[in-house]
Every structure is written in structure tokens, then in C-alpha cells.
């Protein structure tokens, strides 16, 4: 039986209307919806609770099926394992959902996904919203014309590769991969994108670390993410 | 009671167009999927004619159909695992099990899985590699399909299945978007059924 834990967690428990508001103000980026009232007598307002609740719910479920692992790749870094997710087919289509939800009616043309989390989460949500789905690859992947941006990691450099000709001047394009940490290489992404012309919605990912800083390091890029966790 | 004769004719005659025009539809699914792949010359190696499925990924109709007809062909095998093979298998595998409500599992090149791993050496055409997989992920006794976007030699999905037969699974079928048949991966298989889309010779 794999190990699930709950480290990783940005909802308080959903007991109470005031915790789903005060989560919103903390994490104005996770998915939550929230009334403007506490009345529970308009059927409106029990939707959006009903509806809150619901997605606090599944919020829930995804976080604490992912697994976390000490010390690797290498001491004191918590690695957070989506493998685990994946294990859980109702969290997994879950996670797609939310993602799906927020995405199918902004007009987006194409899905980037980072190598190679990204060809998990990114392909089942642009089938859905009838996007194309570019995959971003680590260097020699891609066959054909491909143009490459360099970024810098904690020690070294790193190159990642598109094709040529995948995304038109234009394109409104959402970059997926399952975490964000420093941001070095969804900034990689959204350089080679926009290199081309596209225009980068925004970026989304299933777990942010907050604190190497990833968000800033996008700047004004928006970032979505499903959670949000202690990695270090 | 005898059925007006035109009526008996009608009725026949509405069989045949019915399975011609579904066949009709399916050999239009393929041709769509199989066209909107590209072919790279001399990738990665002169000589090597590379089936390119980012293409495919740019036409999201054909990504759909294709997605659909791995779909409509487990849905009803009692798969409880798909399992995809890094990393093109990871772009296919996920929303057939997703579709089948089955677990996706990853197989992965070495050290990229975190946790405890069981691994699968093979050989290639030039030395060896090797296949890993969580310990756990799979239970003694589920039924698994493996998916990859092209079987070439075989030595691949060899892998693939036999972490998975290690593990106690039992592989049911494995699923590729094209076949490269001269290359004889069929063959490599250990009887273990191949269905493909597209075979490219």
C-alpha cells in the first residue's frame, strides 16, 4: 500500500463558510469559490456553497494523494510525488476537471506541457477543450526544425526545445507541468512561446513549492495551481 | 404471417449500409490519424525514417479519434491499469485510463522515479538500457494494458511487460499508435496480443 500524505495542504477544512473565504484571501490563486453572504436561505447561495464545497472537496482528495518523499532527489528536499495521484483515478480525473473547468472558455489554442509530467496533465486537458497539445522537450527529443532556450537550474544549465512551426503567431496557449518550484523552467517555456508570437495565458500547474519563489520569478505571468506545499 | 416483401428487403438492405458506413467511418479515423503524422528523414540516425506523432497532437481531431478508438476497445476488457512508457506513452496513456477509470502508472527511464523502484534491463541496438516502475503501484492479479506511440524491435514493451508480470499484473494487451511490422516487435512479444492503429512500412 503506498504511503499518502496530507503534508502538502492549502485548504483548511471545509466546516465552515469563513475558512473558504479566508483560503480564497490567502491563496487568491486556488480554485475556490465563495458568496459574497452567509445567508443560506437563497437557493443562489446554496449553489455556491454547494459548489465550493464540492471543489474544496476534490481539492482535498488530490492533495492527499500525493505522496511525498524525503530527501530525494537529495537531502532535505521533500519530493512530491503525483505518481500516487495517477493511482487514484477518481483524484486524477478530478485534478483534470478543475483544470478543464477553468480553461474551456478562454479561447485557448494550445496546451504546452513540460517534459515529462506535463505529457500527463497536459494532453487529457486539451482533449477536452479541443485544443493542440505541444510537448516541450529536453534537447535531441524532437525530431525536425526545433528552436531551444537556455535556463539556469540550482547548478548547471538546462535547454528546452520546441518545434518550429507547432504554435502561429497568436496562439493563446496555456504551459502545464505538475510543479513549479523556482519557475526556471515555466519561464523557459513561456520564453520559447512567446519567442514565436504566441501569447501565454497563463501557467498551470498541480503543486506550487511558495517558498523558492516560482510566482515571482514569473513576474506578472499569471500562475495557477490546484495546491500548494511545503517542499524543503 | 408472411412480412410484405419490401419491407423484408428494406430491412436487409438497411443492414449492409449501416456496417459499410461504420467501416467507412472507422477507415476515415485512420486515415486521419495516419496522415497527420509526420515522417522524418534520417532521425535520429541517417537511414532512420522517424515517425513524428507531434503532428498528430496538433490536430485535435485526429488526437480524438485516436484516444477514442483505444477507448471504445478496453473500455469493456475490465482494465484496472494502463501503463505508458516514457515518455510518448505518458502523452497516450493517461486519457485512455482516464476514459476506462483505470490507474495510470509511468514507466520510467532510470532515477526518475522517486521511492522505492523495481527495474527491467533490455537491450538495444547498440548496448543496453533500462525500464523502472514503482514498488506498489501495481497489485498481484490486476489486469494491465501498455501503451506506447510506436513498437519498433519490441525491446521496449518487452520491458514494460515483464515489470509488470514481475509485479504479479497480468498484461492483457499492448497498444501502440503505429507499428513498424518489418522491424518484427510482434514477434518479441511472448505471445502477449499487439493492437495497433497505423502500421507504417
Not at chain 1, 141 to 154: A, D, R, T, W
Request: proline share 7%.
Amino acid at each position: 500500500m503506498l504511503h499518502t500524505s496530507l503534508h502538502c495542504r492549502s485548504f483548511p477544512s471545509p466546516s465552515h463558510l469563513r475558512s473558504l473565504v479566508l483560503s480564497s484571501r490567502l491563496f487568491p490563486s486556488v480554485a475556490v469559490r465563495t458568496t459574497p453572504t452567509l445567508s443560506l436561505r437563497r437557493s443562489r447561495a446554496n449553489r455556491s456553497i454547494a459548489m465550493a464545497a464540492t471543489e474544496d472537496s476534490r481539492i482535498k482528495r488530490i492533495a492527499s494523494s500525493i505522496r511525498v518523499i524525503p530527501d530525494w532527489p537529495k537531502p532535505g528536499v521533500m519530493f512530491q510525488d503525483i505518481t500516487t495521484l495517477l493511482l487514484d483515478p477518481q483524484a486524477f480525473k478530478d485534478s483534470i476537471d478543475l483544470f478543464v473547468e477553468r480553461y474551456k472558455d478562454k479561447g485557448i489554442t494550445v496546451i504546452a506541457g513540460v517534459e515529462a509530467r506535463g505529457f500527463i496533465f497536459g494532453p487529457p486537458i486539451a482533449l477536452a477543450i479541443g485544443a493542440k497539445f505541444v510537448p516541450m522537450r529536453k534537447p535531441n527529443k524532437l525530431p525536425g526544425e526545433v528552436i531551444s532556450e537556455e535556463y539556469s537550474l540550482e547548478y548547471g544549465k538546462d535547454v528546452m526545445e520546441m518545434h518550429v512551426g507547432a504554435v502561429q503567431p497568436g496562439d493563446r496557449v496555456l504551459v502545464i507541468d505538475d510543479l513549479i518550484a523556482t519557475g526556471g523552467t515555466l519561464c523557459a517555456a513561456i520564453r520559447l512561446l512567446e519567442r514565436v508570437g504566441a501569447e501565454v495565458v497563463e501557467s498551470a500547474c498541480v503543486i506550487e513549492l511558495p517558498e523558492l519563489k516560482g510566482r515571482e520569478r514569473l513576474g506578472d505571468r499569471p500562475l495557477f495551481v490546484l495546491i500548494k506545499a511545503k517542499g524543503v | 404471417m408472411t412480412y410484405p416483401q419490401e419491407e423484408v428487403d428494406g430491412k436487409e438492405r438497411g443492414e449492409k449500409p449501416m456496417m459499410k458506413k461504420n467501416n467507412k467511418r472507422l477507415e476515415t479515423k485512420i486515415e486521419g490519424i495516419a496522415s497527420s503524422i509526420r515522417v522524418v528523414p534520417h532521425f535520429p540516425k541517417p537511414g532512420i525514417m522517424f515517425q513524428d506523432i507531434t503532428t498528430l497532437l496538433l490536430n485535435p481531431k485526429a488526437f480524438k479519434n485516436t484516444i477514442d478508438l483505444f477507448v471504445e476497445r478496453y473500455s469493456s476488457m475490465d482494465i484496472s491499469v494502463v501503463a505508458g512508457v516514457e515518455a510518448r506513452g505518458f502523452i497516450f496513456g493517461p486519457s485512455i485510463a482516464l476514459a476506462i477509470g483505470a490507474k495510470f502508472i509511468p514507466l520510467r527511464k532510470p532515477r526518475k522515479l522517486p521511492g522505492e523502484v523495481i527495474s527491467e534491463r533490455y537491450v538495444l541496438e547498440y548496448g543496453t538500457d533500462c525500464l523502472e516502475m514503482h514498488v506498489g503501484a501495481v497489485q498481484p492479479g490486476e489486469r494491465a494494458l501498455v501503451v506506447d506511440d510506436l513498437i519498433a524491435t519490441g525491446g521496449t514493451l518487452c520491458a514494460a511487460m515483464n515489470l509488470l508480470e514481475r509485479a504479479g499484473a497480468e498484461v492483457v494487451e499492448c497498444a501502440c499508435v503505429i507499428e513498424l511490422p518489418e522491424l518484427k516487435g510482434r514477434e518479441r512479444l511472448n505471445g502477449k496480443p499487439l493492437f495497433v492503429l497505423v502500421e507504417s512500412h
